[in-house]
Nanobody
Framework: QMQLVESGGGLVQAGGSLRLSCAASGRTFTGQTMGWFRQAPGKERQFVAAMRSGGNTYYADSVKGRFTISRDNAANTVALQMNSLKPEDTAVYYC????????????????WGQGTQVTVSS
C-alpha cells in the first residue's frame, strides 16, 4: 500500500500564494503519475494538475499560468505552487497517485491523501 500525506494548506488573501506538498511512503511504482485534485463544498472533485514520471505536466484550464506542479522522484514527493490565488480556488486539495499513465478523473487514481484545506479570502 501507499500512503500520501499533504501539507501546506491554509488561509490566504486573494492574489496571494501557497505551496502544497505531498509525501508518499510505502509501496511506489516506477511509472507513477502524481497529481492534485480539489473539491469545493457541494461540488465534485476535479482535476487540478498532474506530473508523469518522465516530467510531462498537465493542468486544468482554470489554473494554467498560476499553478505549478513539481516532483522529486528520489524523495517521492510532489508539490503544487499556487500563485495569484482567487476565492474560487477555495477547496480541499488532495494529492493522488496513478500507478501509470495519465488520468483526468478521480476514478483514474489509485491512492489518495486525506486532503488539506485551502481558503482564499476576497
Amino acid at each position: 500500500q501507499m500512503q500520501l500525506v499533504e501539507s501546506g494548506g491554509g488561509l490566504v488573501q486573494a492574489g496571494g500564494s501557497l505551496r502544497l506538498s505531498c509525501a508518499a511512503s510505502g509501496r511506489t511504482f516506477t511509472g507513477q503519475t502524481m497529481g492534485w485534485f480539489r473539491q469545493a463544498p457541494g461540488k465534485e472533485r476535479q482535476f487540478v494538475a498532474a506530473m508523469r514520471s518522465g516530467g510531462n505536466t498537465y493542468y486544468a484550464d482554470s489554473v494554467k499560468g498560476r499553478f505549478t506542479i513539481s516532483r522529486d522522484n528520489a524523495a517521492n514527493t510532489v508539490a503544487l505552487q499556487m500563485n495569484s490565488l482567487k476565492p474560487e480556488d477555495t477547496a480541499v486539495y488532495y494529492c493522488a497517485v496513478r500507478i501509470s499513465g495519465i488520468g483526468w478523473q478521480p476514478d483514474d487514481y489509485h491512492y489518495w491523501g486525506q486532503g488539506t484545506q485551502v481558503t482564499v479570502s476576497s
